[in-house]
C-alpha cells in the first residue's frame, strides 16, 4: 500500500492530505459528478474514488497512532500534575505541623485565654445572680414597707370615719366627711 498515490492539497506544498481532508475531496467528486437521468444515482470516477479511499486507510492508523500518542501523553501529564500536587500538600502539611510545634506558646496562651474567659463568663453570671437577688430582696422589703404604710393609712382614713362629726349635717372640722371609694 506504500507505492499508492498520495493526493496532496497545493495549498499544503506537497503534504499529505488528513483523512478529513480526503473525506472532504471524495464529498466533493460526489456533489460534481453527473446525475443519471431519472434516478437518485451519479456517475463518479471510480480510480478517484478508491485512491482517496486507500489513502484514508492509509491515514487512519497514523492518525490513531496520533491519537493515541496525545492520550498518553495527557495521562502522563495528568499523573505528574497529580503527584506533584500531591507533593505539595504533603510539604504544606509537614510546614503546618512545623509551625504548629514552632508556636506552642501560642496554644498556651490561647487555651489560658479561654480559661480566663469561661471564668470570666462565670464570674459574671454570679455577679448577675447576686445583684437579682440583692434587688428581689429590696424589692421585697420595699413592698412590706409600703404594705404597711397602707394599712397604717387606712387605719387612720378608718379611725377618721368612726369619729362623731361636731358640727351639724354631719360635717368634720375640714369641710366633709371623706369616705373610701
Not at 466533493?28 to 470516477?45: K, Q
Amino acid at each position: 500500500m506504500d507505492d499508492s498515490p498520495t493526493y496532496t492539497d497545493d495549498d499544503r506544498d506537497g503534504e499529505p492530505l488528513s483523512v478529513i481532508d480526503l473525506l472532504d475531496r471524495i464529498e466533493g467528486l460526489i456533489n460534481a459528478s453527473r446525475r443519471v437521468p431519472l434516478t437518485p444515482n451519479i456517475v463518479v470516477n471510480e480510480e478517484e474514488i478508491l485512491d482517496a479511499l486507500d489513502q484514508i486507510r492509509m491515514s487512519l492508523p497514523d492518525e490513531i497512532k496520533e491519537a493515541r500518542l496525545l492520550l498518553e501523553e495527557r495521562d502522563t501529564r495528568l499523573r505528574e500534575a497529580g503527584q506533584e500536587a500531591e507533593q505539595m500538600v504533603a510539604i504544606a502539611q509537614e510546614r503546618a505541623e512545623r509551625l504548629v510545634d514552632d508556636h506552642e506558646i501560642a496554644r498556651r496562651a490561647a487555651s489560658e485565654a479561654e480559661q480566663m474567659l469561661t471564668e470570666a463568663r462565670e464570674r459574671g453570671r454570679r455577679v448577675r445572680r447576686e445583684a437579682d437577688e440583692y434587688v428581689r430582696g429590696t424589692m421585697e422589703e420595699l413592698e412590706a414597707h409600703l404594705t404597711a404604710t397602707l394599712q397604717t393609712v387606712r387605719k387612720g382614713l378608718e379611725t377618721l370615719e368612726d369619729r362623731p362629726s361636731d358640727e351639724e349635717g354631719g360635717r368634720s372640722r375640714r369641710g366633709g366627711r371623706r369616705r373610701r371609694s
